[in-house]
């Protein structure tokens, strides 16, 4: 953020510290916000703590996942010390840019957010009222860094776009105050799918750990797992309606190789399956190795993890009070 003078574009994006993230946050979001944060924009990336406390997690689990998801991200090769790495409740402008932003927020728009509905479906014994206004402040998290990108996958695009139409319902209402910002999703991992059923997205909070593979995965887990991943019966590594399971591991496989799928059915053609796993499995394991002994490294220097959170807490709070300020001020509230 230092170098305004250049004017870099800006991205911001956070994360849930609601477990391990899977190879489909990493491949959807993660990678993307490492390849981002050297050197071309100037980046932001939060732990959206507060969001996770709609599902009402235990303290102590909270407070440990927390610091180790701050770890995750250092541990992806984002440098802190020249991108904005924070833990949101620790910039308190998010809080308070969420209720201006409420109140120009329409009950029927945030009812009809797809993650409302069916997170509310999957938990009936806890329908707060934090589930319902979530976008909004994840509206807020975006609009108080006039943000330009912001990396996601594809799952998160709806609650982007309504981030886009409550900045421009302000911007009409009080005057220009929050820049309109852009999703940035990337082709191929947008949506990894689950190993036991392709029709799903891969997910953390699946009930059977089989569908998804953690970023801390041992090996040989990550081996078992791919190694009994659902496909078909055809026997033909293509890419191809109907073969949603090998499309996923295609996917996978070009994530991490970088190889084109034509690249991909070439090389496995007259082979079966069994190999085609097995290249996976190498590809994956070979891309999450120097992440998990770095996340390893950093979890033994927790005093270092702080530091850098408390920086970084810093660093965002002074950008996020300049339009904090504004809005305040824009709104009509009686400024001192
Ligand atoms: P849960 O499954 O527990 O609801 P989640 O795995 O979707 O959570 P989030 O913290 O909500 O995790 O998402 C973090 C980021 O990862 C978001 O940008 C989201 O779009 C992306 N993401 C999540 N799952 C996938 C997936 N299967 N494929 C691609 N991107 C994904
Ligand atoms: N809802 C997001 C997490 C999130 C987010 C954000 C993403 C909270 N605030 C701001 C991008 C920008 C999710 O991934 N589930």
Same mark, same amino acid.
């Given at each position: 953020m230092e170098n305004t003078a250049e004017k870099k574009k800006i991205v911001l994006s956070a994360i849930q510290p609601t477990g391990t993230p899977t190879l489909g946050n990493y491949l959807g979001a993660l990678k993307n916000w490492k390849d981002m944060s050297e050197g071309e924009y100037n980046c932001l990336y939060a732990v959206a703590d507060l969001h996770s406390l709609t599902v009402r997690p235990e303290p102590a689990d909270l407070r440990r996942r927390t610091l180790e998801m701050y770890a995750i991200l250092l541990a992806l090769g984002i440098d802190p010390e020249k991108n904005i790495v924070f833990i $949101? @409740?620790?910039?308190?402008q998010h809080a308070q840019l969420s209720w201006l932003l409420s109140c120009c927020t329409q009950f029927g728009e945030a009812a009809r957010m797809t993650q409302f509905k069916d997170k509310s479906e999957k938990h009936p014994e806890n329908v707060n009222v934090g589930l319902f206004t979530y976008p909004i402040l994840m509206a807020a998290d975006i609009l108080l860094y006039q943000t330009d990108f912001v990396p996601i996958g594809e799952d998160q695009k709806q609650h982007l776009e309504i981030a886009r139409d409550i900045a421009e319902r302000f911007n009409t209402v009080y005057g220009n105050t929050f820049k309109l910002p852009e999703p940035f999703i990337g082709k191929i991992g947008a949506r990894v799918k689950s190993l $036991?059923? %392709? @029709? $799903?997205k891969m997910s #953390?909070?699946?009930?059977? %750990? #089989?569908g998804y593979i953690s970023m801390l995965d041992d090996d040989n887990i990550i081996v078992k797992k791919i190694k009994s991943a659902v496909t078909d019966s055809e026997a033909k590594v293509r890419y191809a309606e109907g073969k949603d399971g090998i499309n996923n591991l295609m996917g996978i496989y070009s994530c991490c190789t970088g190889k084109t799928y034509d690249e991909i059915e070439k090389e496995f053609d007259g082979k079966g399956y069994g190999d085609f796993k097995s290249a996976v499995a190498e590809a994956v394991v070979e891309e999450l190795r120097p992440f998990k002994t770095e996340f390893n490294r950093l979890m033994g220097d927790k005093a270092y993890l702080t530091e850098c959170a408390k920086n970084g807490a810093e660093k965002a709070s002074y950008f996020a009070q300049r339009t904090l300020s504004k809005a305040m001020k824009k709104t009509g509230l009686f400024q001192l």
């Open positions: $949101q @409740s620790h910039v308190p $036991q059923d %392709p @029709s $799903q #953390k909070s699946d009930p059977n %750990p #089989k």
